[in-house]
């Protein structure tokens, strides 16, 4: 579609863009339900935003980027600066240490991501009919703005596959991981769902979670109006432990909550282990068309295999009941894979100014593909579930 020229933006507040135009590129689909990806919405990221959870102080510095045409934004992307690799999950720090030994400097870079969120979404929102010139002119601005400020990279993270394959064709390299996944085979309970395993899986799942639910309390899930504004004071209570232990420090800041409460309960999940109505342990969810998305759990109490019931187990349960395709339970954890969690491959965008490092580094990535590519074929080849064979025993 050839429209005339398209016109490039940063906004370093999401205030000077309209929050109608910015959904209609970020998840068109709302005007029929639930977005396919709560965290590219206008109100997720104006959350952190609002919040303090970026911008000043942050090391996430707001760029957002947005493309115009005659008058109408066509696309538009959460384009940051960084002056760290923390928060990003698509770890680079060995490119950072690398760059600066040859004599440059590689902060800040450009990072187009949705800060402190390891799922899989688009990362360049375009109108629906502007898709293919969309993304060129977001790609094509991104580069343009590192180039002109002397940066050394940019980085878009946690792509779409199809994002990831349409960048390599403009000369950006494309980067793979993988994570765990849980994937709903139109399961009808969590019965059916354990017939799928292993008998010894099956036995060893039944266990967990007699052990977990045994934990003295009870297993609440909490979401919309259910939710009460005294539930963030013990979300953010488990949140600043889990984050001080595994990130120095929290990410998001108490006011984040705060203004998920008022606006994103309806997308939210709260999944509690209480103790006389006090919640022990908890996770934090989020709600997509398709995906429950997995974000943070702590607790102030052990017990054993509470955490495998509040964060995966219940994510299943959840899952199921309401017909969702698959849960995402964040970055990392091998232990997934014992607990029906696949892996699957995920996928990253980079640019690089200096040309001879862009090539070491596309060298570095082809071997790094071919691995991760036989490393997801070993561990599902080691996942729960029943192979024919075993089936046909059973």
Request: charged share 20%.
């Amino acid at each position: 579609m050839d429209g005339g020229t398209i016109e490039i933006t940063t906004h370093t507040s999401l205030a000077t863009v309209d929050p109608a135009a910015w959904d209609a590129c970020a998840c068109p689909e709302t005007q029929n339900g639930r977005a396919i990806d709560p965290f590219t919405t206008y109100r997720f990221l104006k959350a952190l935003e609002d919040s303090g959870s970026v911008g000043g102080g942050t090391g996430w510095s707001p760029h957002y980027l947005t493309a115009e045409q005659n008058g109408e934004m066509i696309a538009c992307a959460p384009l940051y600066g960084k002056s760290h690799s923390q928060g990003e999950y698509m770890f680079d720090h060995n490119f950072a240490q690398a760059f600066e030994r040859s004599g440059g400097r590689y902060y800040p870079k450009l990072q187009i991501a949705v800060p402190f969120t390891p799922a899989t979404g688009r990362r360049f929102l375009t109108r629906t009919g502007h898709e293919v010139q969309g993304m060129a002119a977001l790609v094509q601005g991104a580069v343009q703005i590192a180039s002109d400020n002397e940066l050394s990279s940019l980085h878009a993270t946690f792509c779409t596959e199809a994002e990831a394959l349409a960048g390599t064709e403009m000369g950006l390299l494309q980067r793979t991981s993988q994570q765990y996944h849980w994937m709903n085979d139109g399961y009808a309970g969590w019965d059916g769902f354990l017939e799928a395993l292993s008998s010894r899986k099956r036995k060893t799942l039944r266990k967990e979670r007699k052990t977990a639910q045994a934990f003295g309390g009870e297993i609440a899930q909490l979401t919309g109006d259910q939710i009460q504004p005294h539930h963030w004071d013990a979300m953010w209570a488990f949140y600043q432990d889990t984050g001080s232990r595994k990130w120095g420090q929290p990410y998001l800041t108490r006011e984040f909550f705060q203004i998920a409460h008022e606006q994103m309960r309806d997308d939210i999940l709260l999944v509690f282990a209480m103790q006389d109505g006090v919640p022990i342990a908890g996770a934090f969810n989020m709600i997509g068309r398709e995906t429950l998305y997995g974000r943070y759990w702590g607790c102030t109490e052990h017990h054993p295999c509470l955490h495998f019931e509040v964060c995966y187990y219940q994510a299943i349960d959840y899952a199921i009941a309401h017909g969702l395709k698959r849960v995402e339970a964040g970055a990392q954890g091998e232990h997934k894979l014992a607990r029906g969690y696949l892996p699957v491959p995920t996928h990253s965008l980079h640019w690089f100014k200096d040309a001879g490092f862009r090539g070491a580094v596309a060298e570095y990535l082809e071997r790094e593909r071919a691995a991760v590519d036989e490393e997801i074929e070993i561990l599902t080849s080691y996942g729960p579930f029943k192979s024919v064979k075993v089936e046909e025993q059973e």
